[in-house]
C-alpha cells in the first residue's frame, strides 16, 4: 500500500510558479513509477507527466512541455511538479499517482494509488 499527499497548490497569476510535492508513505517509493495529472470542473482527468523509478526517464504532456519539469528524491520519498509561465489554463486539481509497474504511461488506469489533490488556479 501506499498513500500520497500533495502539497504546494495555490493561486498565482499568469506567468507565475508553483512548485507541487507529493510525499509516499510505505517503504518502496523508489519501486514505483510516479505520474502527474490533473482535472479541471467538467473535464476528464488528463496526463501532466511521468518519471521513472530512477528519474532516468521522464515524458510530459504536449501542453506542459518546456514549462513543467517533473523530478524525484528516493531518499524523501517525494516527487515534485515544477511548473513555470503559468498559464490560465493551467487551472486545475493536481493529482499524484503510483504506478507499482516500471514502465511509464500516460493512461490514467495504469495507475494504482492516487493522493486526494492539489488545487492550482491560474488569474489572468
Known amino acids: 500500500q501506499v498513500q500520497l499527499v500533495e502539497s504546494g497548490g495555490g493561486l498565482v497569476q499568469a506567468g507565475g510558479s508553483l512548485r507541487l510535492s507529493c510525499v509516499a508513505s510505505g517503504r518502496t517509493f523508489s519501486t514505483y513509477t510516479m505520474g502527474w495529472f490533473r482535472q479541471a470542473p467538467g473535464k476528464e482527468r488528463e496526463f501532466v507527466s511521468t518519471?521513472?523509478?530512477?528519474?532516468?526517464?521522464?515524458y510530459y504532456a504536449d501542453s506542459v512541455k518546456g514549462r513543467f519539469t517533473t523530478s524525484r528524491d528516493n531518499a524523501k520519498q517525494t516527487v515534485y511538479l515544477q511548473m513555470n509561465s503559468l498559464k490560465p489554463e493551467d487551472t486545475a486539481g493536481y493529482y499524484c499517482?503510483?504506478?507499482?509497474?516500471?514502465?511509464?504511461?500516460?493512461?490514467?488506469?495504469?495507475?494504482?494509488?492516487w493522493g486526494q489533490g492539489t488545487q492550482v488556479t491560474v488569474s489572468s
Open positions: 499517482a503510483a504506478r507499482s509497474l516500471g514502465i511509464v504511461t500516460t493512461i490514467p488506469d495504469g495507475y494504482d494509488y
Open positions: 518519471i521513472g523509478l530512477s528519474a532516468d526517464i521522464t
